[in-house]
T-cell receptor
Framework: QKEVEQDPGPLSVPEGAIVSLNCTYS??????FMWYRQYSRKGPELLMY????GNKEDGRFTAQVDKSSKYISLFIRDSQPSDSATYLC????????????FGSGTQLTVLP | DTAVSQTPKYLVTQMGNDKSIKCEQN?????MYWYKQDSKKFLKIMFS???????INETVPNRFSPKSPDKAHLNLHINSLELGDSAVYFC????????????FGQGTRLTVV
């Protein structure tokens, strides 16, 4: 079993829809949770960063972390064609390693 | 200004060759990383390095070695390239004390023929 599980999709939605992306994880040592967006043939770009349980909002994006369920989500409101990309969840733990463990990514297409 | 830059962007080479990928960051971060992304888009850590320690993912073959001439650079050397090494390699950096979020370069697409 992978440490981080993410539905690979593909997910296709009409413009303006609310998108929900999710990851589950098995390692309770994870304390930092991130969402990255990766356009085709580009590097991952940090979208959201949260520490421990709770919600964080940034514009059209909302990240939720539920440590008791080992479940994180990213919501995109009023989705746009420019949101079409692969979304990767990532998790990290305290300590000198500071390495991230990634989900496999969800490919999202927003249709105009 | 590019925060994390890698060169080359594309690299095509024959099996058995030795190659290097260069990475530079101008963010002032103290930790740098190399990640490998396979054809299914799965990103996996290879190395993390700061001036105090090198942490190597145990699954990485010893044909791969990171070399850091200074805090802003972390190059990746690969010896005796194999077909299975074909992938996209990403350099990243982060700052201790500011969480673990990492900032990535644009990637180097390595094709071994």
């Amino acid at each position: 079993q992978k440490e981080v599980e993410q539905d690979p999709g593909p997910l296709s939605v009409p413009e303006g829809a609310i998108v929900s992306l999710n990851c589950t994880y098995s390692n309770s040592a994870f304390q930092y949770f991130m969402w990255y967006r990766q356009y085709s043939r580009k590097g991952p770009e940090l979208l959201m960063y949260t520490y421990s349980s709770g919600n964080k909002e940034d514009g059209r994006f909302t990240a939720q972390v539920d440590k008791s369920s080992k479940y994180i989500s990213l919501f995109i409101r009023d989705s746009q064609p420019s949101d079409s990309a692969t979304y990767l969840c990532a998790m990290g733990r305290s300590g000198s390693a500071r390495q991230l463990t990634f989900g496999s990514g969800t490919q999202l297409t927003v249709l105009p | 200004d590019t925060a994390v830059s890698q060169t080359p962007k594309y690299l095509v080479t024959q099996m058995g060759n030795d190659k290097s990928i260069k990475c530079e960051q101008n963010l002032g971060h103290d930790t740098m990383y190399w990640y490998k992304q396979d054809s299914k888009k799965f990103l996996k850590i290879m190395f993390s390095y700061n001036n105090k320690e090198l942490i190597i993912n145990e699954t990485v073959p010893n044909r791969f070695s990171p070399k850091s001439p200074d805090k802003a650079h972390l190059n990746l050397h690969i010896n005796s390239l194999e077909l299975g090494d074909s992938a996209v390699y990403f350099c990243a950096s982060s700052q201790v004390g500011q969480g673990t979020e990492a900032f990535f370069g644009q990637g180097t697409r390595l094709t071994v023929v």
